[in-house]
């Protein structure tokens, strides 16, 4: 099945870019390009995870945040 992309800019951004990494057809393009933006995608949502599971520990680990918590009358009862 042919690509036909309608609009002049991105048929434009899609032949400069099938120029560039020198894929063989402007679909082979699009299709390695959408393939990258979504695995960008999933290792960006992994990262999320990983990160809340880290505050998730520390969190766990250090206790909870006291807003009113003083740390000059704390240092100067040491």
């Known amino acids: 099945m042919a690509l036909y992309i309608r609009d ?11 120029k560039m990494s ?11 390009t959408l ?5 960008s995608i999933r290792k960006e949502a992994l990262l ?3 990160v809340a599971r880290i505050q998730h520990r520390l969190s766990a680990h ?5 807003p009113d918590f003083d ?4 240092t100067d009862e040491m």
């Open 22 to 32: 020198k894929a063989p057809n402007e679909t082979e393009t699009v299709r390695c």
């Open 62 to 66: 250090m206790g909870s945040r006291q």
């Open 48 to 50: 999320r995870e990983r």
């Open 35 to 39: 393939q990258h933006e979504i695995d």
């Open 71 to 74: 740390m000059k009358h704390f």
């Open 8 to 18: 002049e800019a991105a048929a434009h951004l899609a032949s400069e870019l099938q």
